[in-house]
Antibody
Framework: EVQLLESGGGLVQPGGSLRLSCAAS????????MNWVRQAPGKGLEWVSD????????HYADSVMGRFTISRDNSKNTLYLEMNSLRAEDTAVYYC????????????WGQGTMVTVSS | EIVLTQSPATLSLSPGERATLSCRAS??????LAWYQQKPGQAPRLLIY???NRATGIPVRFSGSGSGTDFTLTISSLEPEDFAVYYC?????????FGQGTRLEIK
């Protein structure tokens, strides 16, 4: 069974930093691209970032480009999201998501971790 | 950026009725479109991938159709557990984008 367990969320002041982690199990982690998707309170889904299986290719939403960094450690089956220069509009539940191969849909989601940016 | 527009924003139906949800893309996404269901307090769940393929464990009452710019999610006969928010999503081009969602509520 695929399991994705996020951690690292919490309350941070505007301009601060936070690192999210996602521990993966139940599949060959290095074979799949992984993503972060977020959802602000009461709002829809917003894609944040994608990283391929090797970690050599990444993509970002314009809203986080230059502030967030996605990475992975395939030896630890763990995905990361380093978030810097946080803004109030980054407040959201952040989901760790596994992407199917090719033009893949998101076929497994974690339970999410809440990030609140507020003074 | 490819914009996905879902309609209607809210759909009010009764159990047993047929639901038809629409997703229109601002440019062609070929068949690279997926549908998700989200219930309150839960993570989204993949229903349909590549426009018309049911994900593992998804009941046959859920079906997807379309290609290019116009897509439809159909629920043939609504069960009480189907009332939720539904999102479409494309991965044809970067950035990946989602529609704004359709809320399916009990009439």
């Amino acid at each position: 069974e695929v399991q994705l367990l996020e951690s690292g969320g919490g309350l941070v002041q505007p301009g601060g930093s936070l690192r999210l982690s996602c521990a993966a199990s139940g599949f060959t982690f290095s074979s799949y691209a992984m993503n972060w998707v977020r959802q602000a309170p009461g709002k829809g889904l917003e894609w944040v970032s994608d990283i391929d299986g090797s970690g050599g290719s990444t993509h970002y939403a314009d809203s986080v480009m230059g502030r967030f960094t996605i990475s992975r450690d395939n030896s630890k089956n763990t995905l990361y999201l380093e978030m810097n220069s946080l803004r109030a509009e980054d407040t959201a539940v952040y989901y760790c998501v596994k992407r199917r191969v090719g033009y893949g849909a998101f076929d497994a989601w974690g339970q999410g971790t809440m990030v609140t940016v507020s003074s | 950026e490819i914009v996905l527009t879902q309609s209607p924003a809210t759909l009010s139906l009764s159990p047993g009725e047929r639901a038809t949800l629409s997703c229109r893309a601002s440019q062609s996404v070929s068949s690279h479109l997926a549908w998700y269901q989200q219930k309150p307090g839960q993570a989204p769940r993949l229903l349909i991938y590549d426009a018309s393929n049911r994900a593992t464990g998804i009941p046959v009452r859920f079906s997807g159709s379309g290609s290019g710019t116009d897509f439809t999610l159909t629920i043939s006969s609504l069960e009480p557990e189907d009332f939720a928010v539904y999102y479409c999503q494309q991965r044809s081009n970067w950035p990946i984008t989602f529609g704004q969602g359709t809320r399916l509520e009990i009439k």
